[in-house]
Structures are given as structure tokens and as C-alpha cells.
């Protein structure tokens, strides 16, 4: 992974881990992971506060909010 690839941070609270997923690989690696460690279970995710920002930014763009 370059230094200019964008990054969002994954956590999974059950296995008690944090990591950092290149933007473009985060579905894919969650996908992993929860198939993995949870049987399917969408335990893992991106951080809290990026994913309500990103849905914040994202509704501010399509004029949502």
C-alpha cells in the first residue's frame, strides 16, 4: 500500500482489534473477516465515527440533508 492510498479504520470490538483497509479493499476485508472469525456475523466494521461521517458527507452531496 502507497503513503497516498486512502485508509479507513476497521474495528472489531470481539476480537479486540483495530487496523487501517486501503478505501477500495474495505467491503472485501470486513466480508473476510466477519465470514471468518463471526460465521458471517457483521461484527467487525469501519469505525463509528468515519462511517457516520462518511454517511453525513454523502447525504450532504445528494442534497439529503
Known amino acids: 500500500m502507497s503513503d497516498d492510498t486512502p485508509t479507513v479504520p476497521v474495528v472489531c470490538e470481539e476480537c479486540a482489534t483495530t487496523t487501517r483497509v486501503p478505501l477500495d479493499e474495505v467491503g472485501d476485508a470486513l ?14 466494521e ?20
Open 46 to 65: 469501519v469505525e463509528p465515527t468515519v462511517r457516520e461521517r462518511i454517511a453525513d458527507l454523502a447525504a450532504a452531496d445528494l442534497g439529503l440533508e
Open 31 to 44: 466480508d473476510r473477516h466477519n465470514d471468518r472469525r463471526h460465521d458471517g456475523e457483521a461484527v467487525a
